[in-house]
């Protein structure tokens, strides 16, 4: 029967929407993680790098030995950060940082200066990356959200539909093939089935049953002439 198609593919139209808006879901929850983890490890090792640079330059004093364990450490923590470049602004603060470092040791005020600046320039470049990253990282959950609603109210819609043509096709006839059964039983041997747009598998099985109570109310009737 054609109905029966058609609600089986109902059925299982119902069910890839489900499993879509199940994989849709996860599958946003899966991008938002590695945005949030690229977000830490992209820039978080430059702020450190810029830190350690800061924490040598400001613990300068006149002892030459702990002031070139100081440069070591300065320069370890500015390989660090050229290493893990990730903003096309950063070249220009880690060159101006690596002209000037070496004045700077020296006791060269302002190249200390400008280093300092430098490496302040740097830690802003990639804290403004991370808020940037993060902004991004938001609105991409926002708009998965509004996605999953979206395929929410269309599965939504999708099963009232399908709710009203199961009703309007399968339902209600069969009801009607029930109370059609029950008033025969009872004794209303008149009642036949009826009704208003009904699918055309439903038309031949009422054209069907209708004949067969016309075929059992004319037996009746000529078994009741007999006995008169």
Known sequence: MRISQATRIGAWL??????LMALGSIWIFMRMSPAIK??????????EACEDMLAS???????????QAFYVTFEKALERAHNNITEIEEPDAIKLIESEVKSAFE???????????????????NRDAMIKADIRARQFGQAGAWGVVFMAASLFFAGMLFKRNLLRNLVNPVEEIHDVISAYRNGDTMRRCSGADLPAD????????NEILDQCQSQFTEKNKFFI
């Open 57 to 67: 330059l400001a613990m300068l004093n006149d002892n030459t030995i702990s002031n």
């Open 38 to 47: 690229d977000i830490i490890e992209q820039n978080e090792h430059s702020l």
């Open 107 to 125: 006791g060269n005020i302002k190249s200390k200066e400008k280093t300092v600046a430098a490496i302040i320039l740097l830690g802003k470049i």
């Open 202 to 209: 439903f038309v031949s099985v009422f054209h069907g049953i």
């Open 14 to 19: 119902l069910i890839c929407l489900n499993l």
